[in-house]
């Protein structure tokens, strides 16, 4: 990474109350050189420039840290990691959380697990697998203290795939752009028949580039019915309280 990169990624790691120590700024500069390595290879992120890889995807995956809701040991799961966002930033920065990153798509998790262990994040367990299946496996279900989900799917889609994952307690942080308030009322009726609640609505600029995005934080304050997830699909064909994409 340039020196120009690097100061990019500590004005905006600053911005969000994180101080890197040199030897998490090295470790960023090799996932942005792994990344770029992969990314010709297998295609991971439509993002280019290093300042788009900096802030779209360093920083703001670390934005999932604001509130303070990851700064206590535990299990976290990333569902829909993809290339490995947030869990790779996060790992760097939060050496005592145990993270699952998990994803449908078996090459990406091979990404996240070598790149994982180039940066010597041994905290880390990549899984490949659907939600809808590994929700109702009894080593993943109510299995995790947080899940945390960036850029994946819609909010009452994502309440179906990732709650059954929570132990009661435990709480959802969903990394989403800005966010309609059909989507937030459908999300927030879809969590409460899944035994969520909504906490909160955490609204922000990305630092540095401003674009505006939303933290929703669920609460899970009873244990998902039986029969959520549904089937491989299912949530996204007929996503409950919301009309799937057209
Ligand atoms: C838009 S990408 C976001 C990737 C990453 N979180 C990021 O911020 O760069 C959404 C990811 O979710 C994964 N995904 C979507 N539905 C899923 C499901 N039902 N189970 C597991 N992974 C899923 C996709 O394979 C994809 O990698």
Request: proline fraction near 7%.
């Amino acid at each position: 990474m340039s020196t120009p990169g690097q100061t990019l990624l500590h004005t905006g790691a600053f911005a969000l109350g994180i101080t890197l120590t040199p030897e998490q700024n090295e470790q960023f500069s090799r996932l942005y050189a792994l990344l770029l390595d992969g990314n010709s290879r297998l295609n991971l992120t439509a993002l280019k420039t290093e300042q788009d890889i900096v802030l779209k995807h360093f920083v703001d995956s670390l934005s999932c840290l604001r509130g303070g809701y990851l700064d206590t040991p535990g299990h976290v799961l990333d569902l829909g990691t993809g290339g490995g966002f947030p869990s790779l930033p996060l790992a760097i920065v939060r050496p005592q959380l145990h993270i699952t990153p998990m994803d449908a798509t078996r090459k990406k998790i091979d990404f996240v697990r070598e790149t994982a262990g180039a940066l010597g994040l041994n905290h880390i367990r990549p899984v490949t697998g659907r939600a809808e299946t590994l929700g109702r496996d009894a080593a993943f279900r109510e299995q995790y203290d947080r899940v945390v989900a960036r850029a994946v799917t819609t909010l009452p889609v994502l309440a179906e795939l990732a709650l059954p994952f929570l132990k009661v307690g435990g709480l959802l942080l969903a990394q989403k752009g800005a966010l309609s308030s059909g989507e937030l009322q459908a999300g927030a009726q879809a969590a409460a028949q899944l035994g969520g609640r909504v906490q909160e609505i955490d609204e922000f600029a990305l630092p540095v580039l401003g674009d505006a995005r939303t933290l929703v934080l669920v609460e899970k304050v009873r244990p998902t019915p039986d029969r959520y997830p549904r089937r491989d699909g299912i949530p996204n064909q007929q996503p409950l309280f919301w009309k799937a994409k057209g």
